[in-house]
């Protein structure tokens, strides 16, 4: 079973900033793009940024210049720096994974999701 285990979340302040971590575990043969996407409450979720397998990263438009997304493929985790944290950035933030997993019979590649990690930002 692959499963991936978020942690950082937290409360600050406007302006702030908060480090996220998201490890994955388990019978994982390769991982292809991390990311991180956010839900606020009575919205959709939207995507935050991704990294590819070759380091290649992607940002929302509200976040450019103020989050950094970062992997580490020998220990199979990614981050996500964020700094200058404003209010609107207030949302339940999900680690998402492509990866090839091994069972005893077969590889399976697909999306894993982490359980949420909570940030909250006060004006």
């Known amino acids: 079973q692959v499963q991936l285990v978020e942690s950082g979340g937290g409360l600050v302040q406007s302006g702030g900033s908060l480090r996220l971590s998201c490890a994955a575990s388990?019978?994982?043969?390769?991982?292809?793009?991390m990311g991180w996407y956010r839900q606020a409450p009575g919205k959709q979720r939207e995507l935050v940024a991704t990294?590819?397998?070759?380091?290649?990263?992607n940002y929302a438009d509200s976040v450019k210049g103020r989050f950094t997304i970062s992997r580490d493929s020998s220990n199979n985790t990614v981050n996500l720096q964020m700094n200058s944290l404003k209010p609107e950035d207030t949302a339940v933030y999900y680690c998402?994974?492509?990866?090839?997993?091994?069972?005893?019979?077969?590889?399976?590649?697909?999306?894993?999701w982490g359980q949420g990690t909570q940030v909250t930002v006060s004006s």
């Open positions: 998402n994974a492509d990866i090839l997993g091994r069972t005893i019979f077969s590889r399976t590649r697909r999306e894993y």
């Open positions: 388990g019978s994982i043969i390769n991982i292809y793009a």
């Open positions: 990294v590819t397998s070759g380091k290649s990263t």
